[in-house]
């Protein structure tokens, strides 16, 4: 199983950018779809974007489509979430999760790995 940990979370006001990043142990990594995830307080966990094995293919939740962009470098077993534009309404805390092969629609509980999380804050 692999494991996973997030890292890059902060407080930002908004308009501004934040990187998080999912480290991944193992050395398959690259053998894994990785999904980003968010929850708010009060709130069910909702899909933020994934990303295919070899990268190729990436989707996006309506929400962040064009303000957010997920990568992943197999060779450093790392998936980012590049965050433009942000909102007061991203504020959560994100999850990045990994499964074999994408299932669509995404949907957290399809995912059986997870990270600890990442607390994300955007001032108004």
């Known amino acids: 199983q692999v494991q996973l940990v997030e890292s890059g979370g902060g407080l930002v006001q908004a308009g501004g950018s934040l990187s998080l990043s999912c480290a991944a142990s193992g050395r398959t990594f690259e053998t894994y779809s990785m999904g980003w995830f968010r929850q708010a307080p009060g709130k069910e966990r909702e899909f933020v974007g994934a990303i295919t094995r070899s990268g190729a293919t990436t989707y996006y939740a309506d929400s962040v489509k064009g303000r957010f962009t997920i990568s992943r470098d197999n060779a450093k077993n790392t998936v980012y979430l590049q965050m433009n534009s942000l909102k007061p309404e991203d504020t959560a805390i994100y999850y990045c999760?990994?499964?074999?092969?994408?299932?669509?629609?995404?949907?957290?509980?399809?995912?059986?790995?997870w990270g600890q999380g990442t607390q994300v804050t955007v001032s108004s």
């Open positions: 999760a990994a499964r074999p092969f994408l299932k669509i629609p995404i949907r957290p509980g399809d995912f059986g790995a």
